[in-house]
Every structure is written in C-alpha cells, then in structure tokens.
C-alpha cells in the first residue's frame, strides 16, 4: 500500500517494562527511519536502515534501545526497562532508494508511547 | 552535527495576512530542506521542499526561499486561511554517512484567526 503503517497506536507500559512497536514501510521503499517526539515538539533522529542494515545509529541510547528490520516483516524498535522519558510519540518514516534527499519522506502515524 | 534553529516559536495572523517562519542551519554541507506541517496528533506531512541548488520554489500560497551563503532558509505562507494553523517544522539533511537523515527545527506555532 501507499501508507507506512505502525503498530500500535497506544502503548502504555509501567516503568521498567519493555516496550515494542513496529513499523511496515510502503513496499518498495529501501530506507526507514525512526523519530521520537517529546512534548515540547522536537523531533530526535533515531536510527536509519538501508533495507535490514543499520545505516545510521547515531541517535540511539544504545542501552536500551534496539532496533530491526529483517526481511519480510515490520521493522520494529524495542525498549527494554523504559522510563518516564521514553514518553513520547514515535514515528517511522520510509523512503525510495535514495533516501529523503531524492525522493523525501512519507511518516507513518505514529506509536504514542506513554510510561506510567 | 547539525543544528537548525527556527523562529519564531508561536506566530499569530489574521486570516489573509502572510505569514513568515524562519530557520539556520549550521553545516554547510546540507543540501536538502523540508518544510512539515503537524496537526495536532496527527502525523508531519510535507508541504514544500528545496535543494541547495535553488534559491527560491513557490507552490501555490506556499515558497520557500534558501540562502546557502548566510545558510538560511524560510517559509512564506501568503493569504493564510483558519485550516493553516498548525505546527510547522524546517529541516534539514545532507549526503555522505548521514543520507537521508532529517535534522529538524524546534517548531512554529502558526494560528491562523478568522
């Protein structure tokens, strides 16, 4: 489909619990990317993959975080014993081949996270 | 790494009045600059976009206009109507290790009032 889909919408998790969400890009798109929004707006990178490598991890609290996308399934992002400040909404976006400079971006809905 | 600074953070017009919304970056090998528009919940859709090649692209009541030397560029929205009010992000990307990554801004508030 035309639609980069994540799953779920909601998450609530008591802190300290895991947290997974997923995220299937438009078929066809070899790039994903993976954004956190806090409430105050701001948008931080995550990660990146070119198909199922890992492209660019620059923006990943390592600990916690991980992140995958293996062939023929959603990618997904885990967050193992999350915390308070891992509220957030998160957002996939994908991409042709070439990524957003040649053919920009199409953001999935996002995964609203929220830890109790 | 990059860093995009935009402003202002919240703007306020009446309707069919132009709005203008700001932003810097700081490396000087960006070549690509979205502009996003958030609803409130809803997921960042892009509006408009420009590439280190051009100066100026418009679209309808939308442009964008980039100036590599002072490495600004800026979204002017003419004729505003209630619908554009919404959070607009710039950002900004460029090639090499870091390709396809968006650096974003910290947001503008636009309201629009009829």
């Known amino acids: 489909g035309e639609e980069v889909a994540q799953t779920p919408k909601h998450l609530v998790r008591g802190e300290g619990q895991k947290a997974k969400l997923y995220c299937a890009p438009i078929k066809g798109h070899s790039y994903v990317f993976w954004y956190q929004q806090v409430l105050k707006n701001e948008f931080k990178f995550l990660i990146s993959f070119q198909n199922e490598n890992v492209f660019d991890e620059t923006g990943m609290p390592k600990e916690r975080f991980s992140a995958k996308c293996l062939p023929n399934s959603p990618c997904s992002l885990e967050i193992q014993a999350t915390k308070l400040e891992d509220s957030a909404v998160y957002f996939c976006?994908?991409?042709?081949?070439?990524?957003?400079?040649?053919?920009?971006?199409?953001f999935g809905s996002g995964t609203r996270l929220t830890v109790v | 790494g990059e860093n995009v600074e935009q402003h202002p953070s919240t703007l306020s017009v009446q309707e069919g009045d132009s709005a203008v919304i700001k932003c810097t970056y700081s490396?000087?090998?960006?070549?690509?600059f979205p502009w996003y528009k958030q609803e409130l919940g809803k997921r960042p859709q892009l509006i408009i976009d420009?590439?280190?090649?051009?100066g100026e692209k418009k679209d309808q009541r939308i442009a964008v206009t980039l100036n590599k030397t002072a490495k600004h560029f800026s979204l002017h929205i003419t004729e505003t109507q209630p619908e554009d009010s919404a959070v607009y992000f710039c950002a900004a990307s460029r090639g090499g290790t870091s390709y396809g990554k968006l650096t974003f801004g910290q947001g503008t508030i636009l309201t629009v009032h009829p």
């Open positions: 490396d000087s090998a960006s070549n690509y």
């Open positions: 976006a994908s991409s042709q081949s070439g990524g957003a400079v040649d053919y920009g971006y199409t």
């Open positions: 420009i590439r280190s090649n051009v």
